[in-house]
């Protein structure tokens, strides 16, 4: 499941955002915190918030932010509230 994978190193793109210059945001994810993507662009780097936007990960995997809005290493514990979130068992 996409939601509990690593995301540093996977292509990413901001499909959907609160925030409309987000919107086409894309690159590769460098760093992550609980809230934020680290996005490298080119010849920059961009912080994205997860919160309130929709990704796509490696072209084919689309994720709500506020589903993974965890630290990296805490999102295997809280897979069960993901899980309830997506409306599985």
Known sequence: ????SEFIGRHVEVI???NRY???ISGQVSFETKNTFEITKGTGKVIVPKEGRIFTFDGKFKVDGSLINYR???R?????KILKKLGGN
Not at 76 to 80: K, N, T, V
């Open 76 to 80: 295997l514990r809280e897979y069960r």
């Open 1 to 4: 499941m996409i939601y509990i």
């Open 72 to 74: 990296p290493e805490d």
């Open 16 to 18: 959907q955002s609160s």
């Open 22 to 24: 987000d919107v086409g």
